[in-house]
Every structure is written in C-alpha cells, then in structure tokens.
C-alpha cells in the first residue's frame, strides 16, 4: 500500500515571499503520478500540479513548482511570489498505475499567507 | 468549475435515518470516483466507477453503496447513519483519454449526522 506524508501540519508566510511545502511518500510502484490539491475555504479541491515519476523534468505552472526527488521518494511544493488567494489547505496526493486509479492523500499543510 | 456536479450541497439529518449523495461528471467522463473527507480519517478513497461498472473499492463502509447509471451519473448511498458519518463527500471524474490521471472535483456534499 502506498503512504503519502505531510509533516508539516500548518505553515505561514509572508505576501510575496517563497515557501516550501513538504510531501514525503512510500510505494513499490515504479510507475506512478504525484500531485498537489489545493483547497480553499469554499472546500473546492483544486489541482495546483502535477509530476510524473518518469519524468526527471521537474513540473511548473506559473508560481508553483515541484522539487521531485525519485531517489528519496520526496516531492516538495514550492510557492513563489506568494498571494493572500492562496491560503489553503494543500494536499499532497499519489496515483499509481498507468490508468486511472485511485488518489491516495496526505494530511494536508495548512498555509497562511500573512498581509 | 471543474464541470463536476453534486447535489446536494448540504444535508442534514438524524442517527438511523438514509440518504442519496448524487455526482455527474464531466461530459465524457467515464470514471467516477467518491471520497470521503474527515475530521479524523482525512481525504480517503470510498469507490471507482466505470462506465457503469465498480473497479475499485477502498474503505468503504457496508452501510454506503454507489452505483452509476447509464448516463453516467453515480449515486452514493449512505444508510444507519452514524455520528461518525459527518462528513464532506467528494465526486470526482477522470477523461478515458489524455490526461486520464487527473481527477477532477466536484464541490462536494457536506453531511452532518445529527
């Protein structure tokens, strides 16, 4: 079974400035996809990205990217030029397979971007 | 807008009594899936669908079940309920092709057990 961990319960960072969210997971799949989920207080989850594990390319999309490490099954979320609309809860998520297939989820980090 | 839809989005009732969650999907979307999302278990895998067909089941209660129709549409029900029940219900759904691995959300259910 796979394990998705997210050790950091709640984080806080300052408009404008960087922060880094960690996700940590366990599986014996080789092939497999990783994503972050953001969820605002509306309680809509949102996918922020997406990586897959063959790829050695990390993913971006605008202000948020992946630090993905294979090797140390680590993928960490890194937000730029941070903006009070993303205050969330953000999920780290595993899929293995090459089909459709069941999100496996951390707990969640909770981030708070201060004014 | 993800193009999913749940209704209800609120649903309140008591201990004992059953209710009906109901998704549609994305057009085209054939792959349905629901999650349950907790104070205490956290966002976890319920059931898959598709196109009408269970595929996959995770810790699923034998008090809930879903099925989906052929028009896609799925249905959880939630039966005996429990205090414990209270929950957001998520409907999710994938496309056959592309990015078949990203699920799309629908803004989902929330249930209180009273």
């Known amino acids: 079974a796979q394990t998705v961990t997210q050790s950091q319960p709640e984080m806080s960072v300052q408009e404008a400035e960087t922060v880094t969210l960690s996700c940590t997971y366990d599986t014996s799949e080789s092939n497999y996809y990783l994503f972050w989920y953001k969820q605002p207080p509306s309680r809509q989850m949102i996918l922020v990205i997406r990586?897959?594990?063959?790829?050695?390319q990390n993913a971006t999309e605008n202000r948020f990217s992946v630090n993905f490490q294979k090797a140390a099954k680590s993928f960490s979320l890194k937000i730029s030029d941070s903006q009070l609309g993303d205050t969330a809860m953000y999920f780290c998520a595993f899929m293995k397979g090459s089909s459709g297939d069941k999100l496996t989820f951390g707990t969640g980090t909770r981030l708070a971007v201060r004014p | 807008d993800s193009g999913v839809t749940q209704t209800p989005k609120h649903l309140i009732t008591a201990t004992g009594q059953r209710v009906t969650l109901r998704c549609s999907p994305r057009s085209g979307d054939l792959s349905v899936y629901w999650y349950q999302q907790s104070l205490d278990q956290g966002l976890q895998f319920l059931i898959q669908y598709y196109n009408g067909e269970e595929r996959a089941k995770g810790n699923i209660l034998e008090r809930f079940s879903a099925q989906q129709f052929p028009d896609l549409h799925s249905e959880l029900n939630l039966s005996s309920l429990e205090l414990g029940d209270s929950a957001l219900y998520f409907c999710?759904?994938?496309?056959?092709?592309?990015?078949?691995?990203?699920?799309?959300f629908g803004p989902g259910t929330r249930l209180t057990v009273l």
């Open positions: 999710a759904s994938s496309p056959t092709s592309g990015n078949y691995n990203e699920q799309f």
């Open positions: 990586q897959e594990a063959y790829k050695q």
